[in-house]
């Protein structure tokens, strides 16, 4: 009943900036902990407070760790020892502690406090600090960083050049301007600024991660294979990057002509990054979606129903995930369950060439 489209939806996302690699880096530590408790059935924010406290005692004016100790004591429900991170890190900030980054972390701090008066207080003392101190490089990008957080990219953008004018080799602000393009779809222009980062700091695997999905976005998926690998190579258990990994894998075992077969070792290599993101973050909806595809690809829709059930439970406004398991339903003729999957899909507004494919599903299968 259905003709293959070939078209497999599948969901790239950019990283966040990692953090500078330094030996036995507990604060770096911590962070991967507080990353991975955001998984279903997945609990580290004890590792990970355990490692911020060993932070702060050998580096106490690293006042980023004040920030991702007050995250780790608010997921664990423990407001008093909340509160006193807060006040801990507003007492280093006004002892003049951490410069315009430390204002940075405390703006971040009440922002995930829900503190929006607090917020918008020290947004305007690191304004005005960026203003006093012109020709420093930090003040300029750490108002940059206040903008990005806040949505602002067109407003933080200006800041991150400004930072390069002043220190070229600034890395983090090669970076954030990549994350600034990639989020206008300038893709060869995220491309060139996440290259400039890597030239400054090799080892950063968000960088190699975020040319990746540039690299995809351009059609270059033997890059963008080189560059997820290069970002497992230092980050081994990044569950985006596995399951981004095995999506450019499915991309690439996918037919080029009508009648062709799949790439079998390609897909193998597929499931095998999909299987991967699942074992370090369970019930990962980006992973479930990829392999709910694979099984379609291979011609299993029932297999494929099984994954993309549980991904529609977990992310219900996922265009994606309803657009697969439309497919599914019309190959098992399951005509009504395909119907409702669509117009779920199209009520999500996908992109306008999404959208096309979804339409000529819903003629292809008589959809009222």
Known sequence: MLRRLGLILLVFSLAACSAPRQAADPLRSARQHIEASRCAGV????QAIADLQAALQSAPDRLEAYYWLYVAHSAQG????????????????????????????????????????????????LESTARSLPSDAAAQFWLGRAYMELGRADAALPYFQKTLDLNPRYAPAHFWIGQVYAGQERWQEARAAFDATLKEDPENAAAYHNRGVAAYRLGDLEGA???????????????????????????????????????????????????????????????????????????????????????????????????????????????????????????????????EQGEEMKSQIGCP
């Open 78 to 125: 423990n407001a008093a020892e909340a509160e006193k991170t807060l006040g801990a890190l507003e007492a280093a900030v006004a002892a003049g502690k951490g410069g315009p980054e430390g204002l940075f972390w405390l703006f971040q701090t009440y922002r995930h406090k829900g503190d929006a008066a607090a917020a918008d207080r020290t947004l305007g003392v």
């Open 43 to 46: 609990d580290r924010y004890a």
């Open 225 to 355: 294979t080189a560059d997820f690998q290069a970002a497992l190579k230092r980050e081994p258990d990044d569950a985006s990057s596995h399951y981004q990994l095995g999506a450019v894998y499915l991309a690439r075992s996918l037919p080029t002509t009508p009648f062709g077969a799949p790439d079998s070792a390609l897909l193998d290599k597929s499931r095998a990054g999909f299987e991967a993101a699942l074992k370090s973050c369970p019930g990962m909806p980006e992973a479930l979606i990829g392999m709910g595809n694979l099984y379609l690809v291979q011609g299993d829709p029932r297999k494929a129903l099984e994954y993309l059930q549980q991904a529609a439970e977990r992310a219900p406004e996922s265009a994606e995930v309803w657009f697969a398991l439309a497919q599914a339903h019309a190959t098992l003729n399951q005509v009504q369950d395909a119907c409702d999957a669509l117009d779920r899909f199209l009520r999500l507004s996908p992109p306008p060439e999404w959208a």
